[in-house]
């Protein structure tokens, strides 16, 4: 974490002091509006509405609707605003209000925004940040549930960042607003309602990946709310005398291959999580990572995927509950790679 | 009157209407009820325009649904209990559990399906009406959309190779004055949103949505338009949706007053007063249909409820077929 000294004075730092991951987002937004007049906010139902989870909150009362600006439901154009709005001299932060409706606006953002710095022989900087609320165990069914991380992480120009406890989702988006290139923030809308210790100051996160709990056995590559399954797991397995180490991925791209090959070498078993469908998901990226590293010779198992099943999203809560991984499924996997 | 509004067509719309209303009502308190996961969005005060429009279509043509869906579901001839079955994710709902609130579809009954993905109807239905088209088939596509939909390019897309191919599509917008919070006065430069059918060179019509007779005459017009090879027609409907946009709604963005004005113009008390007044229905009448619409749901509930879960292991069969 590295602590910015911002322009205005702050609050003296109650260090204990607890945030939600939604507000811990909010603050981020409104601590960078206040530095910086630069950032504003657009996307749907974002001002008096507060957004669709509520993240926004109160924000449009501060800075007035053209900083927190609604627009019609108008994806591409939402992505467009924000390129054409970073390449001359602004810091938009724009909010897809679930990430599915993302399949809308991909081509600003992977046509455009994505490419515009190389295409121009790198004349130019798209410093714009794109907030989306994804994943499933909502009852939003197939269409409001998805996990597209992976798309996003193919696409050379981009950065993709998934934000797992209120300190990084404050951190890691301070840093996304502040980065020169387009930054993909997925959030996840179980997230949003956690409580964590977060800093009152301003601060940024690097976009790397860190152990955010140390073991000898096997370690759990997660992002995203995995990372709390994740650890709940390595609780559960402690109990049966497993040691558990956890790395917490928190960018895809660029992605912090240092941190999960040591990791991978210092325990040796490694199985990565993920809820997005299993094929073509980011585990089978980390996978080939470790096994292509030195860590290779140092694996006393074969590095295993636990991930989304190879369907949509179901409505029923049974079904959207067995559709991706759950603490016990994290359990039952890493036990039976311990014993490999 | 419309010569083809018959008494008997006309007693059946407002039943459907009444169907309508108790379903959401029903579906409302089931929710808070804490026995349905997830969110929806309720249709009511909006029931006159998705009983018109679907009014002026024969059994076989086809209807795609939104979101806002259960009305145009129902209004389609829908069994009440597959679609509370699947509102309250079971086995025997018409999406297996798998789809629920916002993609109930009636595949036999020619509703192609509710979308939660807003204007993502429109370029199907331009694919239904093609398909129409190469198919030599006398039937006509309806899209239901809002009106936050219209400002989608997916909606200018569709009502141009609709137009330019004369496909037998009707655009049905009911514009309820607002996309979730996002006012209409504030999304669209010009007074109606039927005027964009100008820009497309098709016939573009706004009608009072809260009434079921001006809803089915331009709905009636547009579908013979299309059956007869003549090509699209942009119908905006003005209605309201009384509740919030879904559960997560405070309703910030409006007024209680605007709210209270809307619900003097209820579409279902209109149809009813009009059609005691027209000698089509007397009162006595009317409150025995309610009634029996009441029972209906009541049966839908229990049929929903006493159905089973859907099995985890076989989650992955329907994703192909
Ligand atoms: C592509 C897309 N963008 C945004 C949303 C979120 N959303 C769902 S319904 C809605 C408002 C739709 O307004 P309108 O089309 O007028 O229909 P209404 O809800 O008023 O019936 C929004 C913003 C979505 N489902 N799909
Ligand atoms: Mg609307």
Redesign the pocket.
Known sequence: MTTLAPAEATTVARPQRELTYAEAIREALRQEMRRDPRVFLIG??IGVYGG?FGVTGDLVHEFGKDRVRDTP?A?EVIAGLAVGAAITGMRPVAEI??S??V??ATEQIVNQAAKMRFMFGGKIAVPMVVRLPGGSGTGAAA??SQSLEAWFAHIPGLKVVLPATPSDAKGLLVAAIRDPNPVMVFEHKLLYRTRGVVPEELYTEDLKAIVRRTGRDLTLVAYSVMVIRALEAAEQLAAEGIDVEVVDVRCLRPLDEATIVGSARRTGRVLVVHEAVRSGGFGGEIVARIVESEAFDFLDAPVRRLAGRETPIPYNRTLERSAVPQVEDIVAAARALVRE | MEPSLTPERLRSALQQMMRIRAFEEMAEQLYMRGLVHGTM?L?IG?EASAVGAVLALEPQDYILS???GHGHCIAKGADLGRMMAEFMGRETGYCRGRGGSMHIADVDGGNLGAN?????GLPIAVGVGLSMQLQSLPRVCLTF??????N?GAFHEALNVAAIWRLPVVFFC???????S?A?RDAFPTELISQRAAAYNLPGVTVDGNDLHAVYAAAAEAVARARSGHGPTLIEARTY?WRG??KSDRNLYRTQQEIAEWKERDPITRLRARLIADGVLGAAEADAMLAAVHEEIAAAVAFAEASPEPDPAALEDEVYA
Do not use: C, K, P
């Not at chain 2, 009911?174 to 979730?180: F, G, Q, S, T, V």
């Open positions: 749907e139902d669709a439901i994806e209000q679930f599915d409706f399949t809308l269409q409001h | 969005h249709s909006q939104t979101h806002r939660g993905i807003v204007a993502g959309f809002g009106d936050g939909a219209a989608e009911e514009n309820n004055n607002y996309a979730m996002m209409v949706r946009h879904s």
